[in-house]
C-alpha cells in the first residue's frame, strides 16, 4: 500500500526547475546605462568604500557621484585608457588592483567589459531611478498592436520587439479562471464556476469574471495576507516568552480595508496615525495599531531604554520598507552604504514615532494602551444596557428629589447612631476559585499535609524566581464599592525564601487599583509618588506566620459605586501561601460624614452639604433598590467589556527626545537631539506647526510629488500577479536592488494608481486586463534559454501558492472550508510537544474541536518563535521583520505535510466521502470528478490510470486490513461518514491524498 501511493506521487509530482541565470541578448547592442548597467555593479563591488557613506569613504572618492570620480581623476569621460579606475580594476597586482583581495568581491570579464564601454561612451551618469519624480511616460507604439489590450501591453511588446522575442500564446480559460481566483481570492474556482465561465461565450465575460473576484469578500482576506507578511503582524510579542498579544482586530481592519477598496493613500494614513485624525473612529484607532505590531519584551531582567531602541530601529526599517521600498533601517550606526540615506535620516524618521505612549519592558500580558473591539451582537446588547442605563438613572434622579425633603429627619435619627458600629465580612475565595470568573496564570491549590492552611481545607501556593501571580477575571460573585468597603487577603511568607513584595491588586474595569507591601520589585503601576495604582501600604509582613493584609476601597481608588468583579495576588520572588480573601462592609457612618452632621446647617461647607445628601440618599431604600438595579446593568454590561477582544493602538503623548546614538549605541547620550524629517535628500515638509507629527509624516508618504510610495507599491501588485515585480527586489528600491526590466511601465503604472485616487482595486484590474497577465505560463524553449527569470514578461509566472493558500484549496476541495470572517485567531491541529520549549509561562496548545478549525489559513495562530509547522514547512515568514517576498522552496518535507498533517488527512478523508457520494458509480467516473474538482480540468490518460490502479490496491488493502481503515477514517474531528464502507472510503482517501500532493494543485500557472 504504502510503496504503490510512493510511486504514484513519484509519478505525478513535478518537481520544480531551477535555471541558471543568463544575460539577455543586450549588452552588445545598445547604448550603457548607467542606472541599468553601471550601478548595480558599482554598488556590489565598490559602493562599500567608495559609495555614499562619506565617513568611510576610502581615498575620498566617491564613485556614486560624478563630479567625485571625475574630479578626482578616477574616471577620463571618453578615454578608458586614461582613467584609473579601469587601469585598477585590471591589474593583477593584489596592492593595487580594485576591488581588494580582502574585499572577496571580484568582477567578471562582463562587467569589465561594461565599465569599460561606458566610459567610453562618456560615462554619464544618471539620478537613482527610483528617487526621480514621476511622470507618466507615452506607451510605445509596438508593431503588435493588436495584441495590446491596454498600455500595459504597448510597453510589454515594445521590449519584446526590441529584443527579438517571440511572446507565448494566450492561455486557455481554464487557466485564466484559475490563475485569476487564486490571484485575486487565493482559493481556486470550483466546477461549477469553471463551467460558467466557459459556457460564456460574451466579450464582456473575462471582465465580469475580474468584477466578480474582486468583490468577492475572499478578496480582502488574499490581499491581507500579504499585507500582514508586510508589516509583521503576528499574534504574539516575539521576544523571550513570545506570550500571546491581542491584535486580531487589525487584521480584519485589514481585510475590510481591501474588500471596501478603501483608497490606498488613506489606507496609509489611518495606519501611521488614525489617533491623530480629528475625530477618530474606532476602526481609524484600530488601524493606528500598526504602530504596536512590532516585537515587544516583558523579561524581567530586561533594560527599558535598550528595548526603547529596539523598538525605535524596528519601526524605521518596517516603515521604511513597508511604505518606501527602502532601508533606511542600514542606517542606524552609520550612513548608509549605498544609498543617500545618513544615520541623522535614520533618527529622524524614527522620531516621528517618539509621541507613542509605550514602554520599554511591558508585564502580565499587557501592552497598554488598548481599546475593547466589540463584535455586531455585542455592541448591539451594549446599546441595550446603556438604554437601561439612562432609564434607571432619569429614575434615580426622579427619588432623589422626592426624598430630599426627608433629609432633615433621617439627619437627627442619624446623629443619636453616631456611636454604633457593625461590620458584614463576606469571603469571596476560600478553599476554591469559585466566584464565576475567569482563573489565569498562577493558581496552585495545597492541603495541609503540603503547606501551611490559615482557614478551611486549602491556601494558595506561589513561588518563582521573579514576577508571579494569580488572577480571577469577570467573576460573577461580584464585590459592589460602598464608601466603608475594606478587602483582606491572609498571608504566610516562607521565612527560608520569602518574596522581595507582594501586592493586591483589585479590577473594576481598570487594574489601576493595587496596594503593595515591601520593595518596590513588583514594576505594575509603579511611580516615583505612591498613588492609587501603587499604594505602599507598609512593610514587608512577617515571615513565617500567617498576617492579614488589609487596604481600604478608597486608598486604591475605587470609588463607591463601581464594582470589583477581578482580583491578582502577585509577589515578586520567593514563596508565598495565599489564603481566605474577603471584604467588609461596616454600617458605621464614615468620618467625615459624622463630622458634617456634627455641624449646624448653616455652618457646612458646600462641600459637606453635598456629601452628606449623596450619603443619605446612598442609605434611603428607593435609592438602594435602584442603585442595585443600576450596579446589575453596570455588571452585565461590563461582563461585556471584559469578553471583548481588545486590540493595541496607537495614542499621542508628549513626545520624548530623539538623539543620534552613535554607533547606535543605546547607552551613548552624546549624539545631538533631531526633530521629525524626512531623508534630506528627498526634500523637506511643508507644515505650518512647530513639530512635525505621524501625520505629516503620512501625508508627505501619499504626496504626487513622492517618488517611492507608489512605485513600492504597483510593483508589489505587479509582484503578486506574475511571481516577481518589474523590480524584482520589491523590498529593496534603493541602491542593492535590481533594475526595473521595464522602468517605463513601472513609472506609468505609479502615475495611474496615484490618478485613479489611489484606487487598489483599479490598478489590480488594469494589470489582470493586459494581454501579458493573460498569457500561458508554459515557455517557449527559447524563451527557457534566454529568459529563465522571465524578465521580458514574454509569458506569465508559475509558481506555488503560499502556504495559508495550500491549506485553504485542500479543506475548500474537501468541502470543509468554513469561511467565517474576522474575530480572534484559531489553533488548527498541531504536533503535540511542539510548544515544550515555549516557557514564560509554559504552554500547551489546544486545538480547536469546533467549526473553527476549518477557517482559513490566514486566521491560524500566529506564533513568532514556533510558528505553525505546516506554514513553516511551507515558508510562511516568522513575521518578526517586514517580508516583501516569501521564499519558496521545493523540500520532501512538504511532500511529507501534505501527506500526513492531519488536517489534510482530514481534508481527504471528507472529500474521498464527497468522491463516493457525488463522482458517480464507477472507479472512471470517480477519478475523472474528483480530478476537475480539485484542478479544474480532466486528467490525463496515465494520470487517471495510475489512480485507478491506486484505488483498486488500496481496496484490497484495507479490506484486509480493517482496523487501519476505521483508523484513517476517523481522522479528525469532523463527523465521519458512517453510511460508507470504511474499507473503501479509505481506499479513495489514498486517492484524495494523492490528488492534494500533487504539484499542480499547489501550484498557480
Not at 165 to 192: F, N, W
Not at 946 to 969: G, R
Amino acid at each position: 500500500m504504502t510503496s504503490h501511493l510512493s510511486s504514484t506521487l513519484a509519478l505525478l509530482l513535478f518537481p520544480f526547475v531551477s535555471c541558471g541565470l543568463s544575460q539577455l541578448a543586450c549588452a552588445d547592442e545598445r547604448p550603457i546605462r548607467f542606472n541599468r548597467d553601471i550601478r548595480p555593479i558599482l554598488s556590489d563591488k565598490c559602493f562599500a568604500c567608495h559609495g555614499p557613506d562619506a565617513e568611510s569613504v576610502a581615498g575620498d572618492l566617491r564613485l556614486d557621484l560624478s563630479e567625485s570620480a571625475v574630479d578626482n581623476g578616477a574616471i577620463t569621460p571618453g578615454v578608458p585608457g586614461d582613467s584609473p579606475l579601469i587601469d585598477r580594476i585590471d591589474s593583477s597586482d593584489e596592492n593595487t588592483v580594485m576591488p581588494p583581495p580582502h574585499s572577496h568581491k571580484t568582477l567578471t570579464s562582463v562587467e569589465k567589459d561594461l565599465l569599460t564601454r561606458w566610459i567610453e561612451e562618456g560615462a554619464q551618469y544618471e539620478p537613482h531611478w527610483a528617487y526621480t519624480s514621476l511622470r507618466r511616460p507615452t506607451p510605445p507604439s509596438p508593431l503588435d498592436s493588436d495584441w495590446c489590450r491596454n498600455d500595459i501591453d504597448c510597453f510589454v511588446a515594445a521590449r519584446l520587439e526590441s529584443e527579438g522575442a517571440a511572446r507565448v500564446a494566450r492561455a486557455d480559460r481554464v487557466t485564466l479562471i484559475r490563475r485569476l481566483s487564486l490571484d485575486l481570492t487565493g482559493i481556486a474556482p470550483t466546477p461549477a464556476e469553471v463551467d460558467a465561465f466557459l459556457d460564456d461565450h460574451s466579450e464582456h465575460a473575462y471582465r465580469e469574471l475580474v468584477d466578480r473576484l474582486l468583490e468577492s469578500p475572499r478578496f480582502g482576506e488574499r490581499m491581507a495576507m500579504y499585507w500582514l507578511d508586510l508589516v509583521r503582524y503576528a499574534d504574539t510579542v516575539g521576544y523571550h516568552g513570545d506570550q500571546d498579544v491581542s491584535q486580531s482586530p487589525y487584521r480584519d481592519y485589514v481585510i475590510d480595508a481591501f474588500n471596501a477598496n478603501m483608497p490606498f493613500d488613506q489606507f496609509v494614513r489611518e495606519q501611521l496615525a488614525g489617533d491623530l485624525l480629528p475625530g477618530a473612529t474606532p476602526a481609524q484607532q484600530i488601524a493606528s495599531g500598526y504602530n504596536r505590531l512590532n516585537q515587544t519584551t516583558e523579561e524581567g531582567g530586561a533594560q527599558a531604554k535598550e528595548y526603547l531602541a529596539i523598538y525605535f530601529a524596528d519601526r524605521v526599517r518596517n516603515v521604511s520598507q513597508v511604505f518606501m521600498g527602502a532601508t533606511v533601517g542600514c542606517a542606524q550606526c552609520h550612513d548608509h552604504k549605498y544609498d543617500p540615506y545618513t544615520a541623522k535620516d535614520f533618527y529622524s524618521l524614527g522620531a516621528f514615532f517618539a509621541d507613542l505612549d509605550e514602554r520599554g519592558v511591558y508585564g502580565a500580558r499587557q501592552r497598554p494602551p488598548t481599546i475593547p473591539v466589540f463584535t455586531a451582537d455585542q455592541q448591539a446588547h451594549l446599546d441595550q444596557h446603556d438604554q437601561r442605563l439612562a432609564q434607571l438613572n432619569s429614575e434615580r434622579l426622579s427619588r432623589q428629589q422626592q426624598l430630599a425633603a426627608a433629609q432633615p429627619i433621617w439627619e437627627n435619627q442619624a446623629r443619636a447612631q453616631l456611636d454604633q458600629t457593625r461590620d458584614k465580612t463576606t469571603v469571596w475565595i476560600e478553599d476554591s476559585q469559585d466566584t464565576g470568573g475567569q482563573s489565569s496564570e498562577s493558581w496552585e491549590f495545597i492541603g495541609h499535609d503540603q503547606g501551611p492552611v490559615y482557614s478551611g481545607t486549602h491556601a494558595r501556593r506561589q513561588s518563582s524566581s521573579g514576577l508571579v501571580q494569580h488572577v480571577v477575571l469577570g467573576a460573577k460573585t461580584t464585590i459592589p464599592i460602598t464608601e466603608t468597603t475594606r478587602f483582606y487577603t491572609w498571608v504566610y511568607l516562607d521565612p527560608g525564601n520569602p518574596p522581595q513584595a507582594v501586592m493586591l491588586q483589585f479590577h473594576d474595569g481598570s487594574w489601576d487599583h493595587r496596594a503593595v507591601w515591601g520593595s518596590d520589585a513588583i514594576k505594575y503601576g509603579k511611580r516615583a509618588e505612591s498613588w492609587a495604582g501603587y499604594h505602599r501600604a507598609g512593610d514587608l509582613p512577617q515571615t513565617g506566620q500567617w498576617v492579614r493584609l488589609e487596604v481600604r476601597a478608597a486608598d486604591v481608588g475605587l470609588k463607591p459605586g463601581s464594582t470589583v468583579a477581578g482580583q491578582a495576588w502577585t509577589q515578586f520572588g520567593g514563596l508565598t501561601y495565599w489564603d481566605h480573601t474577603a471584604w467588609i462592609e461596616s454600617d458605621s457612618m464614615p468620618e467625615d460624614i459624622a463630622q458634617a452632621l456634627s455641624q449646624p446647617v448653616d455652618g457646612r461647607s458646600m462641600e459637606q452639604a453635598q456629601m452628606l445628601t449623596a450619603y443619605y440618599l446612598a442609605q434611603s431604600q428607593p435609592i438602594i433598590d435602584i442603585d442595585q438595579q443600576i450596579a446589575a446593568e453596570q455588571t452585565a454590561r461590563q461582563t461585556i467589556v471584559n469578553t471583548a477582544t481588545t486590540v493595541m493602538v496607537s495614542k499621542a503623548v508628549t513626545p520624548r527626545p530623539i538623539r543620534v546614538l552613535p554607533r547606535g549605541n543605546w547607552m551613548d547620550d552624546s549624539g545631538e537631539i533631531v526633530e521629525p524629517a524626512i531623508p534630506e535628500f528627498l526634500g523637506s515638509l511643508e507644515i505650518d506647526s512647530p513639530r512635525a507629527t505621524r501625520l505629516d509624516l503620512a501625508n508627505w508618504l501619499c504626496r504626487q510629488d513622492n517618488p517611492l510610495t507608489s512605485r513600492t507599491f504597483v510593483n508589489r501588485i505587479w509582484y503578486l500577479m506574475f511571481g516577481r515585480g518589474i523590480s524584482t527586489s520589491v523590498d529593496d528600491l534603493g541602491g542593492q536592488g535590481t533594475y526595473p526590466s521595464h522602468p517605463d511601465l513601472l513609472d506609468w503604472l505609479a502615475v495611474e494608481f496615484v490618478e485613479s485616487g489611489w484606487d487598489v482595486k483599479h490598478l489590480i484590474r488594469t494589470i489582470v486586463s493586459s494581454s501579458a497577465y493573460q498569457q500561458s505560463s508554459r515557455p517557449t524553449e527559447s524563451l527557457r534559454a534566454s529568459d529563465p527569470y522571465n524578465e521580458l514578461f514574454a509569458r506569465q509566472g508559475r509558481f506555488r501558492i503560499d502556504a495559508e493558500m495550500v491549506r485553504d484549496n485542500a479543506l475548500a476541495v474537501s468541502g470543509l472550508l468554513v469561511e467565517h470572517r474576522g474575530g480572534p485567531s484559531v489553533k488548527p491541529y498541531q504536533p503535540e510537544g511542539y510548544y515544550d520549549h515555549l516557557n514564560f509561562p509554559k504552554r500547551t496548545y489546544v486545538a480547536e474541536t469546533s467549526s473553527n478549525q476549518f477557517r482559513r489559513g490566514l486566521y491560524t495562530h500566529w506564533q513568532r518563535t514556533f510558528l505553525h509547522p505546516m506554514l513553516k514547512a511551507f515558508d510562511a515568514p516568522s513575521r518578526e521583520e517586514c517580508t516583501a517576498a516569501r521564499s519558496r522552496s521545493n523540500t520532501p518535507l512538504q511532500a511529507l505535510t501534505l501527506l500526513n498533517d492531519p488536517t489534510f488527512v482530514e481534508a481527504a478523508r471528507v472529500f474521498a466521502a464527497r468522491i463516493m457520494r457525488e463522482g458517480g458509480k464507477t472507479t472512471a467516473e470517480r477519478i475523472q470528478w474528483a480530478y476537475r474538482e480539485a484542478l479544474s480540468h480532466k486528467p490525463a490518460p496515465e494520470i487517471a490510470e495510475e489512480l485507478e490502479k491506486l484505488s483498486i490496491e488500496h481496496i484490497h488493502s484495507y479490506t484486509e486490513q480493517h482496523v487501519d481503515a476505521e483508523d484513517l477514517v476517523a481522522t479528525g474531528v469532523s463527523p465521519p461518514a458512517e453510511d460508507l464502507d470504511a474499507a473503501e472510503l479509505a481506499a479513495w482517501t489514498s486517492v484524495a491524498r494523492v490528488i492534494l500532493n500533487l504539484h499542480e494543485t499547489i501550484t498557480r500557472y
